[in-house]
């Protein structure tokens, strides 16, 4: 299993079944009319249904997840390889991109559960 990136043909298989989980959830959400700021998503009541605390929980774990990878793949992940291996430097960056690792892995538990929950709404 390769460690996919953005290159679909590469990605692996729970990559690809979570993109399309998310393209299926986002669709859902679009055809029962939630997508629209103008609608349903402009009402402060909305956002007080269980619906809509489960759709604001799992947009800001998507927001959460993508910004924690940014800072995975773009700063620790860079500067871990530019160090010399075995120094206390290269452990601190080790400890601190497994720190990232599980803290994207605990989001993205609690994304799938919001999106769980958006769906049985």
């Given at each position: 299993?390769?460690?996919?990136g953005a290159n679909?043909?590469?990605?692996?298989?729970?990559?690809?079944?979570?993109?399309?989980?998310?393209?299926?959830?986002?669709?859902?959400?679009?055809?029962?009319?939630?997508?629209?700021?103008?609608?349903?998503?402009?009402?402060?009541?909305?956002?007080?249904?269980?619906?809509?605390?489960?759709?604001?929980?799992?947009?800001?774990?998507?927001?959460?997840?993508?910004?924690?990878?940014?800072?995975?793949?773009?700063?620790?992940?860079?500067?871990?390889?530019?160090?010399?291996?075995?120094?206390?430097?290269?452990l601190a960056l080790?400890?601190?991109?497994?720190?990232?690792?599980?803290?994207?892995?605990?989001?993205?538990?609690?994304?799938?559960?919001?999106?769980?929950?958006?769906?049985?709404?």
């Amino acid at each position: 299993m390769g460690h996919g990136g953005a290159n679909p043909v590469t990605a692996s298989p729970f990559q690809r079944c979570s993109i399309a989980t998310l393209l299926l959830t986002g669709a859902n959400l679009h055809f029962r009319g939630w997508l629209g700021w103008d609608g349903v998503l402009g009402t402060a009541a909305f956002w007080r249904t269980p619906g809509g605390l489960a759709l604001g929980i799992k947009l800001l774990a998507v927001v959460v997840l993508v910004t924690v990878s940014a800072i995975h793949d773009f700063g620790v992940g860079p500067a871990a390889s530019r160090v010399s291996a075995g120094t206390p430097e290269a452990l601190a960056l080790r400890r601190r991109a497994a720190l990232l690792g599980r803290l994207n892995a605990m989001v993205g538990l609690l994304l799938v559960v919001a999106a769980v929950r958006l769906a049985r709404t």
